[in-house]
């Protein structure tokens, strides 16, 4: 898929294949700046979510990445940062 845009809805569908999510938190409401810890998603749910990214996306994030971008907004950019530099197939 390289060429389209990352979004907070394909971030949310991914987060919930790969980890599910908590019965405390709800996704569809205003996340985009909450911390991913906030929404139930530590680091092993955040490296399998970075895995779905990457085959999904055909890109290969940083090892970093996941541990800088602590919102969804801020994964959004990096994953989109990357996908603008990603040759199209």
Not at 21 to 39: H, K, Q
């Given at each position: 898929?390289p060429?389209?845009?990352?979004t907070?809805e394909?971030?949310?569908?991914?987060?919930?294949?790969?980890a599910?999510?908590?019965?405390?938190?709800?996704?569809?409401?205003?996340?985009?700046?909450?911390?991913?810890?906030?929404?139930?998603?530590e680091?092993?749910?955040l490296?399998?979510?970075?895995?779905r990214i990457?085959?999904?996306?055909?890109i290969?994030?940083?090892?970093?990445?996941?541990?800088?971008?602590r919102t969804?907004?801020?994964?959004?950019?990096?994953?989109?940062?990357?996908?603008?530099?990603t040759p199209?197939?």
């Amino acid at each position: 898929m390289p060429g389209t845009a990352f979004t907070l809805e394909a971030l949310k569908r991914i987060l919930l294949e790969g980890a599910g999510a908590s019965e405390d938190v709800d996704l569809d409401g205003d996340i985009l700046d909450t911390d991913f810890e906030a929404l139930g998603y530590e680091s092993l749910a955040l490296l399998e979510t970075g895995g779905r990214i990457e085959r999904e996306f055909g890109i290969a994030l940083d090892d970093s990445a996941l541990t800088v971008a602590r919102t969804p907004r801020a994964l959004i950019e990096v994953v989109n940062a990357h996908l603008s530099t990603t040759p199209a197939a």
